[in-house]
């Protein structure tokens, strides 16, 4: 029995809770092949092109917790549910910006070895019912001689669709990373490629002009935002330095370098 066949293949799903743009930039930065598609309302789904756990010495489930944490980590906000499987084990890993991660974990015949603490995190941090939704994952801890580790898995999928999840259909967590693949692209997921730092960094900033920041980073609310920091910081900075203020002359001086840079920044991006 090879990896990637068999009753027990080893393979990884990376879902993350915001759409394909925004995704597309912290993914690349992994350097990874990986398929990108959209699944759902605000999600987004991670297929890895290769198998790394094969080659890398490390397993599967910390091949996938260390993309799902560098995606939390880079993203504005967004947490990655990392789903990962192996001959013997199955599990899930929620990555949160700066937090630490949290799994929960099954062996092959689904008998729960994870702590009933965690999936309660796990549900808070993706801010889940907390009435409906705990109580549907409840029996996913619990022994159940009919459940596998499959089945476990696709109860979490199930839970999750309750908050917008629609993975493409025929990718379901449990398969063989090729099968993955294939159905992947049949469905017209996106092949990722490192395009290399400068691209990426483009790729980054378009992402954040088209948030809610947007406007206060580039185009006319940003000038005027930074003519007004430029207007403030110059006088204070002055009566700070002539007064021997080290306080108001520091936040002169922060107000003034916010301006100036957001102007430069401004006057860069249009060109």
Same mark, same amino acid.
């Given at each position: 029995?090879?990896?990637?066949?068999?009753?027990?293949? !080893?393979? /990884?799903?990376?879902?993350?809770?915001?759409?394909?743009?925004?995704?597309?930039?912290?993914?690349?930065?992994? =350097?990874?092949?990986?398929?990108?598609?959209?699944?759902?309302?605000?999600?987004?789904?991670?297929? @890895?092109?290769?198998?790394?756990?094969?080659?890398?010495? +490390?397993? !599967? +489930?910390? !091949?996938?917790?260390?993309?799902?944490?560098?995606? /939390?980590?880079?993203?504005?906000?967004?947490?990655?549910?990392?789903?990962?499987?192996?001959?013997?084990?199955?599990?899930?890993?929620?990555?949160?910006?700066?937090?630490?991660?949290?799994?929960?974990t099954w062996l092959a015949d689904g008998t729960p070895v994870g702590e009933d603490e965690a999936m309660?995190?796990?549900?808070? =941090?993706?801010?889940?019912? @907390?009435?409906?939704?705990?109580?549907?994952?409840?029996?996913?801890?619990?022994?159940?001689?009919?459940?596998?580790?499959?089945?476990?898995?696709?109860?979490?999928?199930?839970?999750?669709?309750?908050?917008?999840?629609?993975?493409?259909?025929?990718?379901? @967590?449990? +398969?063989?990373?090729?099968?993955?693949?294939?159905?992947?692209?049949?469905?017209?997921?996106?092949?990722?490629?490192?395009?290399?730092?400068?691209?990426? !960094?483009?790729?980054?900033?378009?992402?954040? +002009?088209?948030?809610?920041?947007?406007?206060?980073?580039?185009?006319?609310?940003?000038?005027?935002?930074?003519?007004?920091?430029?207007?403030?910081?110059?006088?204070?900075?002055?009566?700070?330095?002539?007064?021997?203020?080290?306080?108001?002359?520091?936040?002169?001086a922060l107000l003034v370098a916010h301006g100036a840079l957001g102007l430069v920044y401004d006057r860069?991006?249009?060109?």
């Amino acid at each position: 029995m090879n990896a990637t066949s068999g009753p027990n293949p !080893v393979g /990884a799903l990376l879902l993350c809770r915001a759409d394909p743009p925004a995704v597309r930039p912290p993914a690349q930065l992994l =350097r990874e092949h990986l398929l990108l598609a959209p699944a759902g309302d605000d999600w987004s789904v991670l297929v @890895p092109e290769g198998k790394p756990w094969l080659h890398g010495g +490390e397993p !599967v +489930e910390q !091949v996938v917790t260390g993309w799902a944490t560098a995606l /939390a980590v880079s993203a504005a906000g967004w947490p990655v549910v990392a789903f990962w499987w192996d001959r013997d084990r199955a599990g899930i890993t929620l990555a949160a910006g700066f937090r630490r991660t949290v799994g929960y974990t099954w062996l092959a015949d689904g008998t729960p070895v994870g702590e009933d603490e965690a999936m309660r995190t796990f549900a808070a =941090r993706l801010a889940l019912d @907390p009435v409906l939704d705990v109580q549907a994952l409840g029996p996913l801890t619990q022994p159940d001689p009919e459940a596998d580790a499959h089945s476990r898995l696709l109860g979490v999928v199930a839970v999750l669709g309750r908050v917008g999840l629609a993975l493409p259909t025929g990718l379901h @967590p449990g +398969e063989s990373a090729d099968r993955l693949r294939s159905v992947a692209l049949a469905q017209g997921a996106e092949q990722l490629e490192w395009s290399g730092w400068r691209d990426a !960094v483009r790729a980054e900033l378009d992402v954040v +002009e088209g948030g809610p920041l947007g406007p206060y980073l580039r185009g006319p609310k940003a000038r005027v935002l930074g003519g007004a920091q430029l207007a403030a910081g110059v006088p204070l900075l002055v009566w700070g330095l002539g007064r021997r203020s080290g306080g108001w002359a520091t936040a002169g001086a922060l107000l003034v370098a916010h301006g100036a840079l957001g102007l430069v920044y401004d006057r860069l991006r249009e060109g």
